[in-house]
């Protein structure tokens, strides 16, 4: 096999049988004499390190149009379902942006009358804002439909046959 010494860029060749059962063996260059590890392309396998921590939650990202979103620090938020299949789950967000649909959303409600991707919240430190994604049935707030609006703690809005209530609470309440 043909190796390339990472010092001088010399090339040699070297056996295979120099490995024995070894993964690795040092080699001295021919050309600049200083030793490199050369690795056994018959024993060496992909390894990735893996740990166990767990990913880190995202606080901050940005919108298409470039506003800044991220969560509070001081604040915890969370989506209660009033009416619906799902009534009294209680889910928690956990990023700055989240989308709420039937499928493929960071919340998914059991609901046909949802659109697969129906519509997003966007939270930013000082605002809330729900966003409708061009969802089939739409997103309504009071009785009306909306493009965008901004939601406060206790605000509702269906979405399907689901009332959503944003909770805004301080950490640790």
């Known amino acids: ?27 001295a260059c021919l050309a600049c004499g200083k030793t490199f590890q050369v690795v056994s392309p018959k024993v060496a396998t992909l390894r990735i390190d893996t740990t166990r921590q767990s990913a880190p939650t995202a606080n901050v990202e940005y919108t298409e149009d470039g506003r800044r979103l991220a969560l509070p ?16 789950t ?24 949802v659109s ?4 997003a919240l966007e939270i930013s430190e000082d605002s809330v804002l729900l966003r409708d994604l061009g969802s089939t049935n739409g997103t309504i707030v009071g009785s009306q439909p ?7 703690s206790g605000s509702t809005f269906r979405v399907g ?3 959503l209530q944003l909770l805004i609470t301080p950490k640790g309440a």
């Open 90 to 113: 209680v889910f928690s967000v956990a990023k700055p942006r989240i989308t709420i649909g039937r499928s493929n959303a960071d919340i998914t409600l059991n609901d046909r009358v």
């Open 161 to 163: 046959r689901n009332i």
């Open 73 to 88: 620090q001081d604040k915890q938020i969370a989506l209660k379902v009033l009416e619906g299949i799902e009534v009294g």
């Open 146 to 152: 909306v493009e965008t609006a901004t939601l406060t």
């Open 116 to 119: 697969r991707l129906h519509c």
């Open 1 to 27: 096999m043909e190796v390339r010494c990472p010092h001088c860029a010399g090339v040699q060749l070297l056996s295979e049988d120099v490995f024995g059962v070894s993964e690795k063996v040092d080699v």
